[in-house]
């Protein structure tokens, strides 16, 4: 079987998550399968064009394979939270979300200027947030030269939002 469906076969669909209408694509089976985590991070690392100065992951899920991806690259992996939790000086990006808006933060001086980096999250849906990092990648100086996700939801045009930005976007699995 080939990498798609591999990580397809692990994913559980969970209805009615968060609320009523969503099939919620469940990741975490597939941290049960050391050998499938090892594929998908080798499969991240064979997309990538060139080699990234750092990995940033935003939270949470994407901190999961964003992590080993930069530790098998050996480049420094960056942490993107939610306002007000992470512990130093943070430069801040605001985005409107379908029903209000969100801030996003990530440690002051973790990005190079001319740094090229590469965005990681576990999923691909409508590309706010992967857009919103990218905005605070770009305030810094730095250039996006990919984005990586183990899932896209192709039907919600994320990729739309991110174009701008890197029209090098990987995503493992497809729906």
């Known amino acids: 079987m080939?990498?798609?469906?591999?990580?397809?076969?692990?994913?559980?669909?969970?209805?009615?998550?968060?609320?009523?209408?969503?099939?919620?694509?469940d990741i975490t089976p597939i941290f049960e399968?050391?050998?499938?985590?090892?594929?998908?991070?080798?499969?991240?690392?064979?997309?990538?064009q060139g080699k990234p100065d750092?990995?940033?992951?935003?939270?949470?899920?994407g901190f999961l394979?964003?992590?080993?991806?930069?530790?098998k690259l050996g480049i420094p992996f960056i942490l993107v939270r939610?306002?007000?939790?992470l512990p130093y000086k943070t430069i801040g990006y605001e985005y409107d979300l379908e029903y209000g808006s969100a801030k996003i933060e990530m440690h002051e001086g973790s990005i190079r200027k001319n740094w090229n980096v590469v965005i990681h999250d576990d999923l691909?849906?409508?590309?706010?947030?992967a857009s919103a990092a990218a905005s605070l990648v770009e305030m810094q100086g730095a250039k996006v030269s990919a984005f990586t996700f183990v899932v896209g939801l192709g039907f919600l045009n994320g990729k739309d939002k991110l174009i701008s930005h890197s029209n090098n976007?990987?995503?493992?699995?497809?729906?």
């Open 124 to 129: 691909l849906a409508t590309g706010g947030t």
């Open 82 to 85: 939610k306002a007000g939790k």
């Open 54 to 61: 750092a990995i940033v992951g935003i939270e949470s899920r």
């Open 65 to 71: 394979f964003g992590f080993l991806l930069a530790n």
């Open 2 to 25: 080939g990498l798609e469906t591999n990580i397809k076969s692990s994913i559980r669909d969970v209805p009615d998550f968060p609320k009523p209408g969503i099939m919620f694509k």
């Open 33 to 48: 399968n050391q050998n499938l985590c090892n594929e998908i991070t080798d499969g991240f690392v064979s997309s990538i």
């Open 169 to 175: 976007i990987i995503c493992l699995a497809q729906y």
